[in-house]
């Protein structure tokens, strides 16, 4: 059970790393708008920012959506969550954690397909830059890899009792 304890902290410690991670890819994505902005305004306008945007945006949403199931900022329905129990809650939420982890690993498994035709065939971006489509799409696997991780870890908190805040709706008892 020790061990169990441990790897669930592991987990939620990762997670807390990507949700940093996502946060300063954030502050830069603003950044370099804002540059662009700048520079567009002297008449000097940057073809890599809009692009760098984008893919810097996909990223984000990956890696941040781990984050956000662990500070359960995720979307939940109010209105079957205020008219049931705890316990029921709990319920609700181990099958809503599981599901939401068979998902990653379909989704993952498939994603690797995309992954490996972009390899095969050298597909880029239709940029300038002419970014690999494979530093786009494997944001999809990592993220989704760390939201099964972190599925797995609240998952365990539910089980054991040892999640400070079951949802959002606990905050309001």
Known sequence: MKLLKEISKAID???????????????FVGFFVTYEVVMRKFGMPTKWTEEFSQIAQIWCVYL???????????????IIGDNISVTVRKVLDIFALTLTALFCILASINSFKDIGYSLKTSATTDSVL???????QISLPIGLGL???????????????????????????
């Open 130 to 136: 002419a970014i690999p489509m494979w530093i786009i």
């Open 64 to 78: 941040g959506v781990s984050f956000a199931l662990q500070k359960r900022s995720l979307i939940i329905v109010d």
């Open 147 to 173: 939201l099964f991780l972190q599925c797995i870890s609240e998952i365990y908190k539910t089980f054991t009792g040892s999640e400070v805040v079951s949802s959002e709706l606990d905050l309001v008892e």
């Open 13 to 27: 410690n990762t997670t807390r790393c990507s949700g940093i991670i996502t946060a300063w890819m954030f502050v």
